[in-house]
C-alpha cells in the first residue's frame, strides 16, 4: 500500500512500490490523461509534475513520489499556467490525433513555470524529449511562445 | 461545388439504414419515405465502389433535440486528420447549425448503416462531402417544410437560418429544436429535390481560418475534440474504462511464421497480480489480420502483465516460418541490387529503350534505396474485448471497423450481429490501425474471460517488433540524354516485397495497385520509356504506411531527375517542367493496367497542368534560384498521389560538421476542393515533420528474421529540432477540379526534396535511406 498526493488529493493505493507512477496513475487511480508511448522515457506521452518539475511518469516507480506532489494533465485547467498553455493550443489548433499532447502540455508547462519567458532554442531544447508522431512541431513552438507572450503581459 | 452531381443520384441508401437512426423520442428521426435508386454496387469507382458505399440519409447522421443540440454522427476514424471536426462542420454548415450547439457521435461499426468506414486510402472528405452535404440539406428543408405547415404558409416563404427557420413576411421564428418533432413526420425530400446552399451562403466550408503560416486569424469553429485532448479528457483506445478490467500482454514469436514449441510459466504466474497465462494459436503464413500467436500474460494491471511476460520461459520454433528466419537486411539489399541490374516484368513501354540507351550522348544510372519502417503511432495498438452470452464486445482504436468485426466474428464462430465494435479516437493510425490484428488478439484472449474485459495492450518494442512493416525497396533508374541534356529514354526498375503476400502465398511483383502510386502513372514526357518490376519476397509483414508505395517511388524517381538536371547541367525546375512535357491530362489506363485510387480516370486524370502550378508556386514561394551562399540550398521534389498534387522546396544548410539544419519548407498542395483548410494545412505539416524522418532517421532492419530495433532509443523518429524553423503551406486555389486526397499526399516527396536541397548545399548525394551519419565529415 503505498500513500500519493495526486493533483492535491491523498490516495491510498494497493500497488507494489517498483510499479511506475505511469500504470498506478491508469490502472490503479483511472486518471487516463497520463499516455503510456514507450515505457523508456523516450518519448514524453507520460509527463505529470512532480513537485512542479517535468517528469516521466514511465520509468518513475511509485515508492519514489510518495510524500511529494504529483500533478497531472487532468489538473492543468486549474493551473494558471497550464491554462494558458491549453488556451494557447486550442488557439493555434496543435493538436492532431492529440495522444502525445497531454504529455507536450505538460512538458511546455513546466518549462514556463521555471523560465517564463524562454527564447526559441529554450523551448526547442526543453521539448525535445517529447515526441509526436503526427509532426505538430511547429504550433508547439508557437503555441508555447504565444502562451509566454500571454504571461508575460498578465 | 454545391452541384449535385447528376450520377450520385443513382446511387442507393441501405433499406436498413431507413429502419434504424437514433434513438430519443424528441429528435428528428425522419422514419418517412426515402428515393430509393439504383445500388451503390454498381458504381465502378469512388465512394459507391467501396464495400458498403455511401449513405446520404439524414436519418443516419442527423439527429435534433428538442432543446436544439444539434449530434451528426460521424463515420469515419478520427486519427489526426481532423475528420470528426471537418465532415461534422460540412454537416453543419449546410444543415445552418450554430456550431456552439453541435455535438458529435461516433458511429459504431456497421458499415451497412453507415456506408463505407474503412479510413484509408485518404478518402474521408472526398468520398463524403457529397453525402454529407446531401444528409444535412435534406434534414434542413425537412425543418422548412415542417416551419411553413406550422405557420400555414408556402413552404418557399420560409428560409433556414441559422439554427431557426424564419418566415421572410413576417418575421417570425422558429427554432430548429422546436421543428424537430414536427419535422420528423414528414417525408424526406428526394435527392432531386435537394438545392445545396451556395459557396456565398457557407460560413465553414472552404473557410481559411485558424492558423496560417504563422498567422492566427480565427480560431473559430474550434476543433471539436481539442478541449477534451488539452485537458486530457479524450478518449483513445487504452482509456476505454469498465469494470472489473484484466489487462494483458503477448510475447510474440520474434520471427515472422515461427511458433511456440514450449512455455514454461510458473515464474510469470508467481508475479503479484498476474491471473493467467493463456496460449494464442497464431495462423501461419500468410498472416492476413490474424494475431501471430504467443503466450498471453493476463493480470489486474498492466505493470504485472508485462513483469509476468518478463518472467515467461518459452523456446520458439522457427521451423514453420522457413526461411524467414535467415531474413538479414544487409543481405536483402545486396540481392535487391542484384536483381535490379537485370529486366524484370515490364510494366509499362513506350519506345525502345534499350536502343535509346545505346544512342544516348550521357547515361546516368542511379539506385536508390528505402528501408523497412514501423508506423509507430504514438499510441500502441490497444483493444478492449468483453465476451458474454455468446457476443462479443469491442473498443478499439481502428481505421477499418469492418473488417475488425469480421474477424473478431471469424476468431469466434460468431454472426456479425454478434459482435459490435465501437470506435475510440486513434492516437495516430498512419495504416498501422487499418490492420485489426490486435483487437481480434484481444479477442482470442477475452474468450478465456466469459464476461470480463480484457483489455490487450501492445508495448512500444511490440509495436515497433511486429509491425505490419513499410516495404524495402530498392529503385534503379538509367536514363539516356541528348547533347543538349533533353532526356531520350528513362529506364526504371523498382522492388519491393508487396502487401499481397499478407493476404496470398507471395506473388514477389508488386501488385496493380502498388505500381499505380507513382510508378506506371510516372507523367514525364519522354520518348522512351520502361518501366520493369523484378521479383522480391516477404519475409515480414509488408502493410500499408502512410502514402504506402508512393514514398519509394517518390523517392527514387525525383532524386533521379535531380541527377539527369545535375548531369545535364541543367536548372533542377527548368528540367522537371521540361520533363513534364505540355500542359496535358494523362488518363493512367494509358500508362498502367488501372488503378487510380479508385477514382474514375476521366474525372481524376493526372494533370499535367495542375502539376506544373504547384511545382510553380513552391518555387516562387522559396525564392527559387537566389543566392544561398556557401553550405546550403534548395531542394524540390513533386509527386502525385491520391489524386492529388503537391510540390515541395526545402531550403538547408550543412555545417562542415555535418549537421543538418533546415531552414524552411515551402509546400504547394494542390486536393481541388478545400472542406477544411486549416486541418489540409495541418496535413501538410505534419507530412512534412514525419517525411523528415524518413529521410534522416527512421529504419527498421532485421537479423535473421529478427527487427532490430524495438524502441525510440533506436527506432528514431523526428523531434522537435528536427523541424524545419519554418513551415509555410501554399494551398491552391482550385475549386473547380474534383476532390482529392489530403492524410497521404503531402508526404511522398519529402524525402526526396530533402536530399536534392542536402545535394545543392553539399554535391553530397544520398541514395540510401534514412541519412543517419552520411553527411558527417
Redesign the interface.
Known sequence: MVTLTINGSELELDVPDNMPLLWALRDVAGLKGTKFGCGIAECGACTVHLDGEATRSCVTPVSAVQGRQVTTIEAMAEDAVGQRVQEAWLDLGVAQCGYCQGGQIMNATALLKNTPKPDTQEIVDAMAGNLCRCGTYNRILAAIERAADKEANS | MSRLDDRLLLANVSRRGLLKGLAGGSALLLAARWDLGLANEQAQFGAGAMPGGWVDNPNVFIHIDSDGVVTIVNNRA?????IRTSLVMVAADELGADWDRVRVQQAEADQDKYGNQNTDGSRSMRHWYDPMRRAAAAARLMLEQAAADQWDVPVHEVRADIHKVVHTATGRELGFGELAKVARELDVPGRNDLVLKSDSELRFIGKES??IN?E?TS?YP??I????????????G??V?LEGTL?AVVARPPVYGAKVKSVDDSEALDV??VRKVVRIEGTGQPAAFNPLGGVAVVAT???AA?QGRRALKIEWDTAPAGNNADYTSDAYREALEQAAQSPGKVIRQTGNVEAALEDADQRVSATYYMPHMAQ?????PVAVVVIKDGRAEAWAPIQNPRATREGIAGLLEMDLENVIVHQT??????GRKSKPDFVIEAAAVAKEFEGQPVKL?W??EDDIQHAYFHAVSVDHLEAGLDADGKATSWRHRTLSPSIASLFAPDPKHKGEFELGMGFNTMPFSIPAIRLENPPAPAHVRIGWFRSVYNLPHAWAIQSFAHEMAVAAGKDHRDYVLDLLGPDREVHNLTVGDGWNYGEDPDQYPIDVARMRRVIDRATEEAGWGRETGEGRGLGLAFHHSFVSYTAIVFDVEVSEAGELTIHRADIAFDCGPQANP??IR??M??????GIGIALQSEVTFEDGVAQQD???TYL?????N??K??RVHLIDNPNDAMGGVGEPGLPPVAPALCNAIFAATGKRIRRLPVGNQLAG
Open positions: 478520427e486519427m489526426g486528420q481532423g485558424g492558423l504563422g492566427l480560431a474550434k476543433a475534440d481539442g478541449e477534451d485532448i488539452v485537458t486530457g479528457k479524450a478518449v483513445f487504452a482509456d474504462d489487462y503479484t497480480g494491471n498492466t505493470w508485462m509507430a503511432p504514438m499510441e500502441p479516437l486513434l492516437g495516430g493510425g498512419f495492450q508495448s512500444r486549416e486541418r495541418s496535413q505539416e505534419g507530412a512534412c515533420v514525419m524502441n525510440f532509443d523518429l523526428p523531434r522537435m529540432p523541424a524545419p519554418v513551415v
